[in-house]
């Protein structure tokens, strides 16, 4: 088992910067790939961002390349989102998710682990 807890989301202004930060507690975390989803009222869920247990393979979706950046440091158990250049339409809640493997994924059904999700709001 696996708990996730993000942390980090808020109200920022179009042009902004927020880090999300995921803690994870129970299994060794290092045996996880890692990911980022997001979710938009009234929309599907969406892939954001992916690593690898190693942080060695990253996986961002197209429209968040060159503006976000997922990290993870192992020894602390937490895994980042780093957001800058934000867009009105990148409001959501955020999600980390945990996958038993070796390299994350874009398709959200193969993760194994969900957190709670945080609030990212972007104003214009």
């Known amino acids: 088992q696996v708990q996730l807890v993000e942390s980090g989301g808020g109200l920022v202004q179009a042009g902004g910067s927020l880090r999300l930060s995921c803690a994870a507690s129970?299994?060794?975390?290092?045996?996880?790939?890692m990911g980022w989803f997001r979710q938009a009222p009234g929309k599907e869920r969406e892939f954001v961002a992916a690593i690898s247990r190693s942080g060695g393979s990253i996986y961002y979706a197209d429209f968040v390349k060159g503006r976000f950046t997922i990290s993870r440091d192992n020894a602390k158990k937490l895994v980042y989102l780093q957001m800058n250049s934000l867009k009105p339409e990148d409001t959501a809640v955020y999600y980390c998710a945990a996958r038993a493997y070796v390299k994350g994924s874009p398709n959200g059904s193969e993760y194994d682990y969900w957190g709670q999700g945080t609030q990212v709001t972007v104003s214009s």
């Open positions: 129970g299994r060794t975390f290092s045996n996880y790939a």
